[in-house]
T-cell receptor, first 111, second 114 residues
Framework: NAGVTQTPKFQVLKTGQSMTLQCAQDMNHNSMYWYRQDPGMGLRLIYYSASEGTTDKGEVPNGYNVSRLNKREFSLRLESAAPSQTSVYFC??????????FGDGTRLSIL | EDKVVQSPLSLVVHEGDTVTLNCSYEVTNFRSLLWYKQEKKAPTFLFMLTSSGIEKKSGRLSSILDKKELFSILNITATQTGDSAIYLCAVTRASGAGSYQLTFGKGTKLSVIP
């Protein structure tokens, strides 16, 4: 039972490069989420998708775009990476009124 | 703006001690409060609380919610080194189509020493 799978696990980018983080879930959940986690800041919501075909901004959406490709997959794109986007990124999914389940994260460094 | 404050931010105890972690919140259209444990990777779900005064238990861990005073506590009895982790508190409010946005606190880092 894979749950929430994120790829890649680690990535180093140069400033200005673009990158797409992939997330897939096999729990038939309607809702999917992207968070970033920074030291001393906790987890902050970037974007979420309540259901297939919809996406909405969270607390810190600037510099990111998302695509809900189908019910299973939700990707996060950095069009022009900046050092301030160095972080650990977590994808999560949930069923209706159910707790969110998280992937193992992508550690992203931007030089 | 939703707000979740956890205390203490860090805590060091000896094996066998009992600890209490605190979480206070301010949120519009509150739905639930969740506790997660984060070791090296993904946060893992512990409890979801929606009603005041009903204690949830899982082994040595328990949690309770007070919706009048807007706080929750997480208790861990007879702590073990495997309890060392960051404990995250989060609150949800409905955001359409059954999805629930989570607002997290900064976490409490618990270290249990032998």
């Amino acid at each position: 039972n894979a749950g929430v799978t994120q790829t890649p696990k680690f990535q180093v980018l140069k400033t200005g490069q673009s990158m797409t983080l992939q997330c897939a879930q096999d729990m038939n959940h309607n809702s999917m989420y992207w968070y970033r986690q920074d030291p001393g800041m906790g987890l902050r919501l970037i974007y979420y998708s309540a259901s297939e075909g919809t996406t909405d901004k969270g607390e810190v959406p600037n510099g990111y775009n998302v695509s809900r490709l189908n019910k299973r997959e939700f990707s996060l794109r950095l069009e022009s990476a900046a050092p301030s986007q160095t972080s650990v990124y977590f994808c999560a999914s949930s069923g209706i009124s159910q707790p969110q389940h998280f992937g193992d994260g992508t550690r992203l460094s931007i030089l | 703006e939703d707000k979740v404050v956890q205390s203490p931010l860090s805590l060091v105890v000896h094996e066998g001690d009992t600890v209490t972690l605190n979480c206070s919140y301010e949120v519009t259209n509150f739905r639930s409060l969740l506790w997660y444990k984060q070791e090296k990777k993904a946060p893992t779900f512990l409890f979801m609380l929606t009603s005041s005064g009903i204690e949830k238990k899982s082994g040595r861990l328990s949690s309770i919610l007070d919706k009048k005073e807007l706080f929750s506590i997480l208790n861990i009895t007879a702590t073990q080194t495997g309890d060392s982790a960051i404990y995250l508190c989060a609150v949800t409010r409905a955001s359409g189509a059954g999805s629930y946005q989570l607002t997290f606190g900064k976490g409490t880092k618990l270290s249990v020493i032998p």
